[in-house]
């Protein structure tokens, strides 16, 4: 597996207004301008989604996804991993949330993904740079108002 692209930005908004946004993964879209459709496909037995399909759009990694989402260190981390795509071959990542304060939480998104098509570590590194910096910024600024 290749190395984490990470990324970390504090939010003004409560814990609870963070962990809202981030495990309502079927309303993604909204807030996140690379994801253009997200589905719930199973939950378990406390309805939370375990599985999502999803058509990603972002810069050079345009593909639908179905993703295992895995909630086992919920709600301190929410974890991810590839199930099937139509282009990817891996894609591995989380969502960290940390208080900072009543008012204040961290939030830091570690992804990586292995494409079909050889390119070079570098480009594959900027574009998770690029797509976590762009998916915290949104978060951000979707909660901020």
């Known amino acids: 597996m290749s190395d984490l692209s990470s990324s970390t930005i504090t939010i003004?908004?409560?814990?609870?207004?963070?962990?809202?946004?981030?495990?309502?993964?079927?309303?993604?879209?909204?807030?996140?301008?690379?994801?253009?459709?997200?589905?719930?496909?199973?939950?378990?037995?406390?309805?939370?989604i375990t599985k999502a399909k999803m058509t990603i759009d972002a810069g050079m990694m345009?593909?639908?996804?179905?993703?295992?989402?895995?909630?086992?260190?919920?709600?301190?981390?929410?974890?991810?991993?590839?199930?099937?795509?139509?282009?990817?071959?891996?894609?591995?990542?989380?969502?960290?949330?940390?208080?900072?304060?009543?008012?204040?939480?961290?939030?830091?998104y570690e992804l990586t993904v292995s494409l079909s098509m050889p390119i070079p570590a570098m480009m594959r590194q900027k574009a998770e740079k690029t797509t976590i910096d762009q998916a915290l910024s949104q978060l951000k600024a979707s909660l901020e108002g």
């Open 62 to 108: 345009k593909d639908r996804v179905i993703l295992d989402y895995d909630w086992s260190q919920a709600p301190a981390k929410l974890s991810f991993s590839l199930d099937d795509a139509d282009l990817l071959t891996g894609m591995d990542g989380s969502y960290s949330i940390k208080s900072v304060d009543e008012d204040t939480t961290q939030v830091t």
């Open 12 to 48: 003004d908004a409560s814990v609870a207004a963070v962990e809202a946004a981030l495990f309502a993964i079927d309303q993604y879209p909204s807030w996140s301008s690379a994801i253009k459709s997200a589905e719930s496909v199973a939950t378990d037995e406390q309805g939370r």
